[in-house]
């Protein structure tokens, strides 16, 4: 191959990239934008706290839902179709959810959207994973976790900006079809992935784009190994999941889900608005002019953390974050503790501690319980190993998001986050105690040690 050929087409691989990563922002919106919506919608409909948790965390329903479904629908309709289905679902959703004229109707339609989530969580990272060469498909992957962010952020001005308008919660939700439109219209002008079309027999089609991508590599042997990793892919059984000496990477799996949920991500997430009028703010849209903040920091906190996990490792980025977030969510429990001595300054030094308490989070938990579960489970049980970390993640996040505002009435808002707190102590133990340090292992090594029956916090070690 001449040397003028650049072996990767990094213009088209990043524009590639950028689009389908739009499902991440896509997702992010539609997680966020309940946030600001909710506090209009409790006036509009005279909802309980009860009403409100179960509007809030309607739309993990339709994940858990979608999740589960989402390895075969995508498997069988390909990456590309089932990201372009999940637009239009998304779309659909927001309409309905803008248009809804009761409460059950506006339920249903989170559940719709809900369903979009679930499949686009497992679909966008797969399509960026099979479509990204090796030696950048960490930093495309974690594109996706980035835009994810984004969306969260722009959901937050959305709120803000809609915040004085007329019939505002509904400009909210309908306001998520221009990015679903986006999302659809951009994905129908990229390619299937080789992986996919190498699977349906489609060898031409799959050459054809490799060589658009690499057009500097033989596209012949990189087929022929892209169809002796499918072999080896994908085989794997929840049955074979439960066998002996995998028990440790299922235990890390599902537990450091477990962390990452019950230490009140999603609290944060979907009711900060909600925390900062609690906190004092007299104002439902000074209240979501606070949350753009908070939406800002876990953009830039990512943005650290994807520099940082290949050069300081995970276990110290998770033992540094879990001790921030927990020493917020101590001081947020003692600020609500001693509400009536703190007075006004309650307010702002809930500003502070949230952000700091996300910054914490986008630093560690965030990223890097996603990085885990990708690098712990041996290749041919990778799939639905990861599928049932995904999905433990969207059964925690549920739990979590349907209890907040009960807990903080049987307990006390001061009470809650000390609840929160307590599990962030015992998440820094599990991660000292249990997690394995990851950096710069191969895959192989982690595999080796498992059948070895190494002890979890030492796998990679030998």
């Not at 679903?180 to 992935?193: D, I, N, S």
């Amino acid at each position: 191959m001449p040397d003028s050929v650049p072996r990767i087409n990094k213009r088209l691989v990043f524009m590639i990239a950028g689009v389908a990563a739009s499902g991440g922002l896509l997702f992010g919106f539609d997680t966020g934008v309940i946030s600001g919506a909710l506090l209009f919608l409790k006036k509009d409909f005279a909802l309980t706290p009860h009403a409100q948790e179960w509007l809030v965390s309607a739309v993990l329903l339709g994940c858990i839902a979608g999740a589960a479904l989402s390895g075969r629908l995508v498997d069988v309709l390909g990456r590309k179709a089932a990201i372009i289905g999940t637009a239009c679902v998304f779309a659909a959703g927001s309409i309905w959810t803008g248009t809804a004229g009761s409460v059950p109707m506006l339920t249903a339609g989170r559940v719709v959207i809900g369903l979009a989530i679930g499949v686009a969580s497992y679909a966008v990272p797969l399509y960026l994973s099979e479509i990204a060469p090796p030696e950048n498909r960490g930093a495309l992957v974690s594109m996706n976790q980035l835009l994810i962010t984004v969306g969260i952020v722009v959901s937050y001005a959305v709120d803000d900006a809609c915040a004085s308008l007329d019939h505002t919660w509904r400009w909210m939700f309908l306001i998520g079809v221009l990015p679903a439109l986006t999302l659809g219209v951009g994905m129908a002008f990229l390619p299937r992935t080789p992986q996919w079309l190498a699977g349906r027999g489609r060898r031409d089609e799959a050459m054809t784009i490799l060589h658009r991508l690499m057009p500097g590599i033989d596209a012949r042997a990189e087929l022929d190994a892209i169809e002796q990793n499918r072999a080896r892919e994908g085989t794997g059984t929840l049955k074979d999941l439960a066998a002996p000496w995998l028990r440790p990477a299922l235990f890390i799996g599902v537990g450091i889900m477990f962390v990452q949920q019950a230490t009140g991500i999603n609290t944060v997430i979907y009711y900060t608005p909600t925390i900062f009028e609690m906190a004092g703010f007299g104002s439902a849209t000074s209240a979501i002019t606070a949350t753009v903040g908070v939406g800002l920091v876990n953009v830039l906190m990512t943005l650290v953390s994807i520099r940082l996990v290949d050069r300081l490792g995970r276990k110290p980025l998770l033992s540094a974050g879990l001790i921030g977030m927990t020493l917020s969510l101590a001081g947020l429990a003692l600020g609500f503790q001693f509400e009536a001595a703190v007075g006004p300054t309650l307010k702002w030094l809930t500003v502070g501690l949230l952000f700091t308490y996300i910054g914490a989070f986008a630093v560690s938990l965030g990223p890097i319980a996603w990085l885990l579960i990708a690098e712990i489970y041996p290749l041919h049980i990778r799939g639905v190993a990861m599928s049932l970390a995904t999905l433990s993640n969207w059964v925690f996040n549920f739990i979590i998001s349907v209890t907040f505002l009960s807990l903080t009435e049987s307990l006390g808002k001061a009470g809650a986050f000390w609840l929160y707190a307590v599990v962030g102590v015992i998440g820094w133990f599990f991660c000292r105690m249990y997690v394995p340090e990851t950096r710069g292992v191969p895959l192989e090594t982690i595999e080796h040690d498992l059948r070895a029956g190494v002890r979890a916090r030492e796998l990679g070690r030998s």
